[in-house]
């Protein structure tokens, strides 16, 4: 009985989580449009579930090569903590309307291309 109410509570906060875009898009009607809107919101959900699962995915590797690089060169694990964690993990709206663009790989701060740092 306690594992299905855990099972329970996960899926509830993964589904809140999961829904976060939608709640934007509501918000944010900014062309008054309430059914595009939801629309826009519905398909940033689930393109954010597939995009997302990658992203956490590279971000997790990501972090794990820089930990095991740390100890040898702290310029290459923050370069390869900057390019897998930084970056969008959810598609909003806004990436669908062409407001944002969408990041998946993180940018290196300006001091560390030009190796000064």
Not at 29 to 37: F, I, K, L, P, W
Not at 57 to 73: E, K, S
Not at 76 to 103: F, M, N, Q
Request: charged fraction near 15%; aromatic fraction near 8%.
């Amino acid at each position: 009985m306690k594992t299905i109410a855990v099972r329970m509570s996960v899926a509830i906060i993964a589904l809140a989580i999961c829904l976060t875009p939608v709640a934007w898009a509501v918000n944010e009607r900014t062309d008054g449009h309430m059914a595009a809107d939801a629309g826009i919101g519905a398909a940033s959900f689930v393109f954010s579930l597939p995009y997302g699962a990658a992203k956490v995915a590279v971000a997790l590797l990501g972090g794990l090569a820089g930990g095991f690089m740390y100890p040898f060169d702290k310029q290459a694990a923050d370069s390869v903590w900057h390019t897998t964690l930084e970056g969008d993990y959810i598609v909003t709206p806004d990436h669908l309307r062409g407001k944002k663009e969408l990041h998946f790989i993180g940018a290196l701060p300006e001091r560390s291309r030009t190796g000064h740092g």
